[in-house]
């Protein structure tokens, strides 16, 4: 009589408490003043909609409108496409910034609130250019601005620009620095420590690296309209990669706009002032898969 030998195994996945809080990507930022010199150096934290995005898109799976909350609604910017975008599953892509000041503790000057993997804005976003409503941005001077608004400050309309437009350029690979083409004979068991392996003493990295910046008639504007025509205090604290799909809006005279536009990452840090005519602000983003 033949025997058989049934096994069973059952898994079972536990977080722990100090994994509550990842994010889903690691990442290296750091931001630098018109001369190069380092004011912060920290990471970023993918938010819950780009954590969303992640999973759907890597396996195939039709988004949840119910858990995609749009910068579109958040920031009153209707986009008449908002819904087809995410029903349908269009692709959205992650190519527009926007920047905050509200990461600051006030009652606590010098305490900067930390993000969190379930957050879907900035705490405060501000425009990165805000004009009267007569004197709007050309269609050259508004191309790489989108998340466009009418706002009133005193009693007068302007148009406030939300979001700027950033180039993700390649994707790198890296072994100690140096280019690397994966090989299938790379991969063959290696026991810790074994200095035979090719790749023995280094790691292989996969990064997308790029610039955001901050120029000087940027942010400005609109802080001067609600300081008393002053800079004396202007800063900036937070960071965050939006995603979204660039499609004519039909609520707007078919103007171009991002469509469910969405949180992807956010960064808090210390302010980083903004307070004289010629101050810029550059920021290195690395983002590692």
Same mark, same amino acid.
Request: hydrophobic share 35%; with cysteine; charged share 20%.
């Given at each position: 009589?033949?025997?058989?030998h049934?096994?069973?195994?059952t ?12 994010s ?11 001369y ?5 150096h920290g990471?970023?934290?993918t ?10 898109k ?27 975008v ?15 000041? %509200?990461?600051e503790? !006030? *009652?606590?000057?010098?305490? @900067?609130? =930390?993000?969190?993997?379930? #957050?879907? &804005? ?5 425009p990165?250019?805000?004009v009267?409503?007569s004197?709007?941005?050309?269609p ?5 601005y ?12 302007y ?10 350029g390649?994707?790198y ?11 299938e ?6 026991d ?8 023995? %003493?280094g790691?292989? !990295? *996969?990064?997308?690296?790029? @610039?955001? =910046?901050?120029?000087?008639? #940027?942010? &400005? ?11 004396t ?5 937070e ?17 171009v706009?991002?469509?469910a536009?969405e ?12 307070d ?6 550059v ?7």
């Open positions: 009589m033949k025997n058989t049934v096994m069973k195994y898994d079972h996945i536990s977080l722990k408490d100090n994994l509550t809080n990842k889903s990507l690691d990442t290296e930022v750091f931001i630098k003043d018109g190069g010199n380092i004011l912060f990471k970023n934290m938010a819950f909609g780009g954590r969303q995005l992640l999973l759907e890597s396996f195939g799976i039709a988004p949840d409108a119910s858990k995609h909350l749009l910068l579109n609604d958040m920031l009153g910017i209707p986009h008449s496409e908002n819904t087809s995410i029903t349908d599953n269009e692709d959205r892509i992650t190519n527009y910034f926007l920047i905050g000041n %509200g990461a503790n !006030l *009652s606590v000057p010098g305490v @900067t609130y =930390t993000p969190h993997n379930y #957050e879907t &804005k900035l705490y405060n976003t501000v990165f250019r805000c009267p409503f004197s709007d941005l050309s050259s001077e508004a191309t790489n989108r998340l466009r608004k009418i706002i009133t400050i005193d009693g007068n309309d148009v406030a620009y939300y979001a700027k437009k950033f180039n993700a390649v994707v690979t890296e072994y100690n620095g140096s280019n690397y083409v994966p090989l004979a790379h991969t063959v068991p290696v810790e420590g074994d200095s035979a392996h090719p790749l023995a %003493g790691s292989v !990295l *996969s990064y997308i690296q790029f @610039t955001l =910046t901050v120029e000087q008639n #940027e942010f &400005k504007e609109f802080y001067r309209l609600t300081h008393n025509d002053m800079l205090g202007a800063a900036l604290n960071i965050g990669l939006v995603m979204g799909r660039d499609l004519p809006n039909t609520l707007d005279s078919n103007r706009e991002l469509a536009a949180l992807f990452a956010k960064l808090t840090s210390t302010s980083v002032p903004l004289s005519e010629s101050s810029r602000r920021v290195e983003y690395r983002i590692y898969s």
